[in-house]
């Protein structure tokens, strides 16, 4: 378990120490702060459950798309590398002030973009169960980090699945929240529309007062939401699972079949259903996805943040080679992509027909629920592919992307859940649930968790564990 506080963890010295030492073969953090702030800040006035002191001490790390006052912002790119944030997401804010401590930022894909933190520009992030193997992404480094033991919980943003299909490759649970239910102000936008800030986490309680902390609306993010946390709901009794032909491996198959035989031998009545919008998912995301994208990293240009070319004769030339540098060949592809389905005269062909179909995806899982309490679905085809895999190249990793992408194109709540070892490596599965549905969410895999708990690399102890019992 965690420590209440960091005084039951070694001396804050130690615990950086620490951090520094397991990182080196994880390669999670980007950043580790030199000392850890001790937040005197008032109790929160503004987040949904301020008075939450289960995080009190709690050791928090920061996907490095998401500002921390004082901290390096990233985002995995050689573009963003100088930067420094001068504040903090109201996320990271609220969170620091239920008491946890920011101790680092971590890996991703470059801006987001990708499922194996493979696209950062500025470094490797292993798997901590095999580091021959990715650690998924794009919140590639903070599922390390709770898989190695080194935080508890960790921030991460889910545009497409990027916090759930890591914590699958880890072996930790990892939260997509509602659309809306967490600000995303002082995220740095890759698909503004799909994306949402959540947590990979180690336990079921840690995520949930990680949620209550940062979640609730907020000046700062028009297309926040006030609704209430929702209270503890252990009221899902039907458990629709994604049937018919899904390009599974075989070791995720089996994992898959003997998931959903003991979701029935837990209690829940399980019904095989089908998602006839499934295929389109890919093509939808990656089109809306990518024409989000080519809006939102117009502003990175040389002008006004981070890298500047070292030379240039006009202010075009500044532009274009200060983004011709700064930008990775994935980004680029994106922004050609985005800028090529939305340019004049064809945005009815591919963006808006996409929207047309997010809105299939969309009633089609309205439906569903009302069948279900919940659905529940593999995460990825895959377990964690090693490094610079030929087979699960950037295409096909895109392909991948279609039982996550879902959730994200219909704006609910999904959840990845521990669901044992196969071949010594984590898989993980995924439950989704209507708008709200998060209760429903954290009550489903404290049931599972039963059956399917928690389990870490071999020898990899957390820091805290000797002063403890
Ligand atoms: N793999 C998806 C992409 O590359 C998801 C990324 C995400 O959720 N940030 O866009």
């Known amino acids: 378990m965690w420590p209440k506080t960091l005084k039951n963890a070694p001396g804050q010295g130690n615990y950086l120490e620490f951090l520094a030492r397991r990182d080196k073969s994880v390669g999670a953090f980007l950043h580790v702060t030199g000392s850890i702030r001790q937040n005197g800040g008032a109790p929160s006035d503004s987040g949904a459950d301020g008075g939450n002191t289960c995080l009190e001490g709690v050791p928090v790390a920061v996907k490095d798309n998401i500002a921390v006052e004082g901290m ?3 985002c995995g790119s050689r573009i963003l590398e100088p930067l420094v944030s001068p504040y903090s997401a109201t996320a ?21 973009m990708g499922s ?94 990680a949620y209550a902390a940062m979640s609730g609306s907020d000046v700062m993010d028009q297309s926040s939401l006030d609704h209430p946390v929702p209270p503890p709901d252990s009221g899902a009794t039907r458990i629709g699972f994604l049937g018919g032909e899904l390009g599974l491996s075989p070791e995720v198959a ?9 979701l029935g031998d837990a209690g ?46 006009n202010p075009e030339e500044l532009i274009r080679k200060s983004r011709t540098e700064g930008f990775g060949s ?46 529940c679905s593999p995460v990825f085809p895959t377990q964690a592919f090693p490094h610079g895999s030929k087979e699960m190249d950037a ?23 521990p669901s044992g070892l196969a071949g010594g490596l984590p898989v993980g599965m995924q439950f989704m649930a209507p708008p709200f549905g998060e209760g429903r969410l ?3 895999a404290r049931t599972i968790g039963e059956i399917f708990p928690v389990e870490f690399p071999p020898g990899m102890e957390p820091p805290w564990a000797a002063d403890r019992e």
Not at 288 to 301: K, M, P, Q, T
Not at 339 to 347: A, D, I, P
Not at 395 to 417: E, H, M
């Open 442 to 444: 954290f009550a489903a």
């Open 72 to 74: 390096p912002l990233t």
């Open 268 to 313: 829940y009545e399980t019904e095989e259903i089908a998602l006839s919008t499934l295929e389109y998912v890919v093509p939808a995301y990656y089109t809306i996805a990518s024409a989000e994208a080519s809006a939102n990293l117009a502003r990175f240009n040389g002008v006004r943040y981070g890298h500047r070319t070292d030379y240039s004769e």
């Open 395 to 417: 295409f096909q990793q895109k392909v991948a992307d279609r039982f996550t992408g879902t959730a994200n194109l219909a704006a609910i709540p999904a959840l990845t859940v």
């Open 92 to 112: 990271v804010e609220r969170l620091e002030r239920a008491g946890a401590r920011v101790v680092g930022k971590t890996n991703l894909d470059e801006f987001g």
């Open 116 to 209: 194996s933190t493979e696209t950062s520009a500025l470094g490797e992030t292993n798997n901590p169960w095999d580091v021959s193997r990715v650690a998924g992404g794009s919140s590639g480094g903070s599922a390390a980090a709770v898989a190695a033991r080194m935080v508890p919980v960790a921030l991460g943003s889910d545009t497409g699945g990027s916090i759930r299909q890591p914590a699958a490759f880890c072996g930790v649970y990892g939260l997509k929240p509602t659309y809306g239910t967490v600000s995303r102000h002082g995220l740095v936008a890759y698909a503004s529309s799909l994306e949402v800030i959540g947590a990979a986490a180690e336990s079921v309680d840690v995520l949930e007062a």
């Open 330 to 375: 994935e980004v680029k592809n994106r922004i050609v992509l985005g800028t090529y389905v939305l340019r004049s005269g064809f945005q009815d062909q591919y963006y808006l027909r996409a929207q047309k179909i997010r809105t299939l995806i969309r009633r089609e899982i309205e439906r569903a629920f009302a069948g279900v309490d919940l659905i």
């Open 254 to 262: 089996e994992n898959y079949a003997r998931f959903v035989e003991a």
